[in-house]
């Protein structure tokens, strides 16, 4: 088998490898003891309306994939057509698995907390988890491989890997913003209409809103996270592999070290490497998980932090002594290596902002009221995007010095190749927040909320990692297909005869661009936060309505009906994600098309540039907020305990935090992302303008 | 007289005419009866406190105008030194002229409410705000027409006006953030101190930080915003100078239609024509000041707001006529009136978002808490950024049209033409707020009160139009100053014997300085609003001391020590404006000397995209906050006075919104005019790197 078979099997054999493994935990996990009626019939809720969400809006998406594949079709062949199918379809397959899995997990893990024995909780958690990291990263990269394999020699391998990418994107958005929206419009609106309006605790099984918020949590943190991840690692390979391809003599990375290798020889490498590093990188994540399991009994916490940390290192020590054995450059370990360690670093920045001392100065503000705490919050999470901004730039620098922007486009590969473990981390956190929502309303009593308690506080430090890794992934991921944008713009011009379009920054049509991409982050931002605003009212009417009309509610004589609330949250996230969807599929190609490539130039580096920091910053700010609440609920301000005026000041913070950090964040994230891969897919069209 | 010379002279006449016009209306209003004792008495102490901070805040601007004009003699030359310590100089005179007239003004128009004829007491307020006005407009373009004429024949003419511009600029940086921050910690500490913990009205007679807070609106209103506006009508002109001037045959304006013209006489056209179309501007303000006194008896709000469309429509129409008469071609006239209009109209869209519908749908919102009236304004001030981006972004487009980039240029000249009669009714505000302040503090009784209330809600409507106006013209101008960074970059090469540079967007050191520039309008606003919180808290403190050591002063029989709360203000403001101040000035050669010009004018594009938008967002979001808790007070949601708890969640709004929109939204404007201005002035010391 020559190497560079070698180069596209290993992903195919890896991604098999992964989903065989994927497989096995889940079915591992569903054998598990179930608990008893009660809690089966509470998680039977939660899993039905996980998945009730997850149909409808796969109802809506089937529509949007089959309109943009007839206009992919018409455009760019049917070939790119069916790829985008393609993308989506194991974004959704993913998805599916892992939501299934995490929504019999929360549970299994209840009741592995009522034999008393932590580890035991935390692996059932993590296994649930597992499933879902191993199928996005598994499926993406058998996706990509079976693409490349089927189109390597055709003329349209480019097109039908951005549509590929594209269909991916898609999924991520809608998934990210309507996810976004149904979490915190359940968890806003029944914190507002059960804590705040009828004075019961928090997941009280009496508030017919609890299952929602629960459902929320598998939605937006499962289903939502794991289509973003998966768009990410797939736009990185994709952003790589073009970059790759439209290299010319001038500016083609100098991979393989024998000096009298083609320029075809050295595109091919280019294309090849990214896929076989992301198999290598899921490789290592698969030991990685089973690393993690073998250190159960450790601090949870330090786990979790090592299961994130353990990738970045062990993949680059492991590129250090392939490439020398594939013939090529180290160049390409140090790039891979700068991003990887620069996703660890903006993940450990990220728990730093929202744990350490900046959470106690905001839960220190909220001694002379919500005011002062609000304004602290917003300052730390302003002040957070810097350090992760300057790690980015530095990764890229670095990664520039080396290999040119397919370095940066290679840096982006590396941050996202433990993508299996990082996915894995991030749906524990939902898992065992379920578990928490479960023993309470199960009433399993004090010891066992105590152990679901302490998995779900290092839930909550692994989401906010999570989320920080994820927007500083999908920076430099835009970078790259910025970079490959360009490129192929160039490449199209060139086929045609023309000279290459010259992106001068003070070409008036790229600042104008520059204005207009810079405003899309903020309305995409204003628009989801309504969003929540307006869809948690009519939970709180909702809730309001049940605890009215349900005679004996209130004193455990009845049953709520929770099913009702979950109707209204899925009906309102389904329509509110429209608008920002369409406006992030729709302007690229209408800037393009109207204004022409460099327009759209601007107008990707204007929201990349405002979509990052205004990202960050919502993250930050709410992850902050969180949990600045929780550490006075925790007796970390002695003298203003629950309840105090002081605690109330730090809820409203927590509350505009929250569609802050799981909704609008996220979604500006994603939205920049989108509007790159779109600009991608779309530059050889409109290239010539 | 040649025609070029009268297109110098002219400048230099309007100019004098203006301050001329300016001292008149200053001997007249100090010619005005002052009122009865105790009103002297309180006026008294807010001149003092007002001078105190002004000459405190000069003595730091001395050895900062010292230390920088003895780096620019060491490094461009001493001409450009004179020229920097000039444009400063102006500035501060411009400053202490106008905070003279306001804070006597202030109480004259108290005293003339007292004959309960309202348009008496608007027009005296009108006066005084128009000697700041005048003198800002007037002094700018005597002290730009005075440096053009000393240096027009030498080579280092550019290098000098640069300077100019780099003195204006550093003097609205300092005065910006120090009067932001003074005005914002006195206002906020003294409302926290007496309304909420003490429970006394507003501008209660024994809260000693009502004094500071009268102070803070001259202090932050009048100088602040005309330091501000200053810089920007001195640097869109020398943005304009800079372009004509590097101008080669290639992109030179045509101007003249005069086909045989030279390329010299074309540049000197475009040298002098922001010149005279400012002081056309000026002439046309004038009038406008006049048109406005006459329409006293109508409705205050529609004086105002014609005092504001006026001058864009009056200067575009003189153009139309003037510029066939010099031979040159109307392209002038659409980019100068394109940019006017574009000014008017986004102070509309400002007033818009900070009175209308979105104000009402934010006090609507705080009847589910504050939680919820703060997402409400966050997401209002976040849509609020996209018509004005997109009006500058079509202004620039069909500036650029007909003119290329020196036509955006021109658009920003036009923009800022009407400087004087903007800042005339921007200065209005302050005075009438204070003069509203004194007469609660003197007791004047509730007939002068509403007077002064109605003089003062408009006020509030032109604050909230003047930002916009201030924040739009800001971006337009940074666009010319950074078109203009590029040309003196690439004609310094060309001067050198060196290739343009190539500022592709694709090339990794701008990526790299967008994701640096991004950061530093997140990191300004996060330090300003921090150390408003932080200055408010010692403010606080004070006022809770004296409320407990000064035996009889809540019962009126001991007096406050207002100049305490007035020092602590003002060493505060001092202290926190030097970090925010230090970076904008130094981060530009710090990146321009260490990584090239290229990254920094990535820099100045990323922070262009994130400070225009974050600018409009943070001002238009706490003008919202603020009018929608006035809406409430003023019974605009029945069956919810002031005091209750939907009143409540207003107040914390409003209490978030006062440095978002009085602090850190201008900060960040003038952060990106300073940083752009210096990286003109370096940009031939950085060219060949």
Same mark, same amino acid.
């Given at each position: 088998?020559?190497?560079?078979?070698?180069?596209?099997?290993?992903?195919?054999?890896?991604?098999?490898?992964?989903?065989?493994?994927?497989?096995?935990?889940y079915?591992?996990?569903?054998?598990?003891?179930?608990?008893?009626?009660?809690?089966?019939?509470?998680?039977?809720?939660?899993?039905?309306?996980?998945?009730?969400?997850?149909?409808? /809006?796969?109802?809506?998406?089937v529509?949007?994939?089959?309109?943009v594949?007839?206009?992919?079709?018409?455009?760019?062949?049917?070939?790119?057509?069916?790829?985008?199918?393609?993308?989506?379809?194991?974004?959704?397959?993913?998805?599916?698995?892992?939501?299934?899995?995490?929504?019999?997990? @929360?549970?299994?893990?209840?009741?592995?907390?009522?034999?008393? *024995?932590?580890s035991? $909780?935390?692996?059932?958690?993590?296994?649930?988890?597992a499933?879902?990291?191993?199928?996005?990263?598994?499926?993406?990269?058998?996706?990509?491989?079976?693409?490349?394999?089927?189109?390597?020699?055709?003329?349209?391998?480019?097109?039908?890997?951005?549509?590929?990418?594209?269909g991916?994107?898609?999924?991520?958005?809608?998934?990210?913003?309507?996810?976004?929206?149904?979490?915190?419009?359940?968890?806003?609106?029944?914190?507002?209409?059960?804590?705040?309006?009828?004075?019961?605790?928090?997941?009280?099984?009496?508030?017919p809103?609890?299952?929602?918020? @629960?459902?929320?949590?598998?939605?937006?943190?499962?289903?939502?996270m794991?289509?973003?991840i998966y768009? !990410?690692?797939? $736009?990185?390979?994709?952003?790589?592999?073009?970059?790759?391809?439209?290299?010319?003599?001038?500016?083609?990375?100098?991979?393989?070290?024998?000096?009298?290798?083609?320029?075809?020889? /050295?595109?091919?490498?280019g294309?090849? %490497?990214?896929?076989?590093?992301?198999?290598?990188?899921?490789?290592?994540?698969?030991?990685?998980?089973?690393?993690?399991?073998?250190?159960?009994?450790?601090?949870?916490?330090?786990?979790?932090?090592? $299961?994130?940390?353990?990738?970045?290192?062990?993949?680059?020590?492991?590129s250090?002594?392939?490439?020398? =054995?594939?013939?090529?450059?180290?160049?390409v370990?140090?790039?891979?290596?700068?991003?990887?360690?620069?996703?660890?670093?903006?993940?450990?920045?990220?728990?730093?902002?929202t !744990?350490?001392?900046?959470?106690?100065?905001?839960?220190?503000?909220?001694?002379?009221?919500?005011?002062?705490?609000?304004?602290?919050?917003?300052?730390?999470?302003?002040?957070?995007?810097?350090?992760?901004?300057?790690?980015?730039a530095?990764?890229?620098?670095?990664? @520039?010095?080396?290999?040119?922007?397919?370095?940066?486009?290679?840096?982006?590969?590396?941050?996202?190749?433990?993508?299996?473990?990082? =996915?894995? *981390?991030?749906?524990?956190?939902?898992?065992?927040?379920?578990?928490?929502?479960?023993?309470?309303?199960?009433? %399993?009593?004090?010891?066992?909320?105590?152990?679901?308690?302490?998995?779900?506080?290092?839930?909550n430090?692994?989401?906010?990692?999570?989320?920080?890794?994820?927007?500083?992934?999908?920076?430099?991921?835009?970078?790259?297909?910025?970079?490959?944008?360009?490129?192929?713009?160039?490449?199209?011009? /060139?086929?045609?005869?023309?000279?290459?379009?010259?992106?001068?920054?003070?070409?008036? @049509?790229?600042?104008?661009?520059?204005?207009?991409?810079?405003?899309?982050?903020?309305?995409?931002?204003?628009?989801?936060?309504? $969003?929540?605003?307006?869809?948690?009212?009519?939970i709180?009417?909702?809730?309001?309505? /049940?605890?009215?009309?349900?005679?004996?509610? =209130?004193?455990?004589?009845?049953?709520?009906?929770?099913?009702?609330?979950?109707d209204?949250?899925?009906?309102?996230?389904?329509?509110?994600?429209?608008?920002?969807?369409?406006?992030?599929?729709?302007?690229?190609?209408?800037?393009?098309?109207?204004?022409?490539?460099?327009?759209?130039?601007?107008?990707?580096?204007?929201?990349?540039?405002?979509?990052?920091?205004?990202s960050?910053?919502?993250?930050?700010?709410?992850?902050?907020?969180?949990?600045?609440?929780?550490?006075?609920?925790k007796?970390?301000?002695?003298?203003?305990?629950?309840? !105090?005026?002081?605690?109330?000041?730090?809820?409203?913070?927590? =509350?505009?935090?929250?569609?802050?950090?799981?909704?609008?964040?996220?979604?500006?994230?994603?939205l920049i992302?989108?509007?790159?891969?779109?600009?991608?897919?779309?530059?050889?069209?409109?290239? %010539?303008?």
């Amino acid at each position: 088998m020559s190497m560079n078979s070698t180069l596209v099997f290993s992903p195919l054999v890896f991604g098999v490898l992964g989903l065989l493994m994927a497989l096995g935990l889940y079915i591992k996990t569903k054998l598990l003891p179930n608990g008893n009626d009660t809690m089966n019939r509470i998680a039977g809720y939660i899993r039905e309306g996980a998945m009730a969400f997850l149909f409808r /809006q796969y109802k809506v998406l089937v529509v949007y994939c089959v309109v943009v594949a007839v206009v992919l079709g018409l455009s760019l062949g049917w070939d790119a057509a069916i790829c985008f199918v393609l993308g989506a379809f194991l974004s959704l397959l993913a998805g599916f698995f892992g939501m299934k899995a995490a929504t019999f997990a @929360n549970v299994k893990t209840a009741q592995a907390a009522t034999s008393r *024995v932590k580890s035991a $909780a935390l692996l059932v958690a993590l296994d649930g988890g597992a499933v879902m990291g191993l199928a996005v990263a598994s499926l993406g990269l058998i996706g990509m491989v079976a693409v490349y394999w089927f189109y390597a020699d055709r003329s349209n391998l480019g097109t039908v890997l951005h549509a590929f990418a594209v269909g991916a994107s898609s999924i991520a958005l809608f998934a990210r913003i309507g996810g976004g929206i149904y979490t915190k419009a359940a968890d806003v609106g029944s914190d507002v209409a059960g804590k705040v309006i009828e004075n019961i605790p928090e997941d009280d099984p009496r508030n017919p809103g609890v299952i929602a918020d @629960n459902v929320g949590d598998n939605v937006g943190d499962v289903a939502g996270m794991g289509a973003d991840i998966y768009e !990410s690692m797939v $736009a990185s390979i994709v952003a790589a592999m073009a970059l790759a391809m439209a290299a010319t003599v001038d500016n083609a990375p100098k991979l393989l070290l024998d000096s009298g290798a083609s320029l075809e020889s /050295q595109k091919l490498m280019g294309v090849l %490497l990214p896929l076989f590093l992301s198999a290598v990188g899921l490789a290592v994540s698969i030991v990685g998980i089973f690393v993690t399991r073998m250190l159960k009994n450790m601090n949870p916490a330090m786990v979790l932090r090592i $299961a994130l940390i353990f990738p970045a290192i062990a993949l680059t020590g492991i590129s250090a002594v392939l490439m020398p =054995m594939l013939g090529v450059t180290q160049d390409v370990t140090i790039a891979i290596g700068v991003g990887a360690i620069a996703g660890a670093v903006i993940g450990l920045v990220t728990d730093f902002y929202t !744990s350490a001392s900046p959470v106690k100065k905001i839960a220190e503000a909220a001694k002379t009221g919500a005011g002062t705490n609000l304004i602290r919050g917003l300052a730390v999470g302003m002040e957070s995007t810097a350090i992760p901004m300057i790690v980015i730039a530095g990764s890229a620098w670095i990664s @520039n010095h080396y290999l040119g922007l397919y370095g940066i486009a290679m840096a982006a590969v590396g941050m996202l190749a433990g993508t299996a473990i990082v =996915m894995t *981390v991030d749906a524990y956190g939902p898992i065992s927040d379920n578990a928490g929502g479960i023993s309470e309303m199960s009433g %399993l009593g004090p010891d066992v909320r105590a152990i679901t308690d302490e998995l779900d506080a290092v839930g909550n430090t692994t989401a906010a990692i999570g989320k920080g890794f994820a927007i500083g992934s999908a920076i430099l991921t835009v970078m790259a297909l910025f970079s490959a944008y360009n490129a192929e713009v160039n490449h199209a011009r /060139q086929v045609a005869g023309l000279a290459p379009l010259n992106l001068v920054v003070t070409e008036p @049509n790229i600042l104008i661009g520059i204005l207009i991409g810079s405003i899309l982050p903020f309305l995409v931002s204003a628009w989801t936060m309504v $969003a929540v605003g307006r869809a948690a009212g009519a939970i709180v009417e909702e809730i309001g309505r /049940q605890f009215r009309e349900i005679p004996g509610l =209130m004193e455990l004589k009845a049953e709520p009906q929770p099913d009702r609330i979950v109707d209204i949250a899925t009906k309102s996230a389904l329509k509110e994600m429209i608008l920002p969807g369409i406006v992030a599929v729709v302007v690229p190609p209408a800037i393009g098309f109207t204004m022409g490539p460099a327009a759209l130039a601007g107008t990707l580096v204007g929201s990349l540039a405002v979509g990052a920091t205004l990202s960050l910053f919502m993250a930050n700010a709410g992850g902050a907020w969180d949990n600045a609440k929780k550490f006075i609920e925790k007796g970390g301000l002695p003298g203003h305990k629950k309840g !105090s005026d002081v605690h109330k000041a730090a809820v409203i913070g927590d =509350m505009v935090g929250d569609p802050f950090k799981d909704t609008s964040g996220p979604a500006v994230a994603i939205l920049i992302k989108v509007m790159s891969v779109v600009s991608l897919l779309i530059a050889s069209l409109i290239a %010539l303008r």
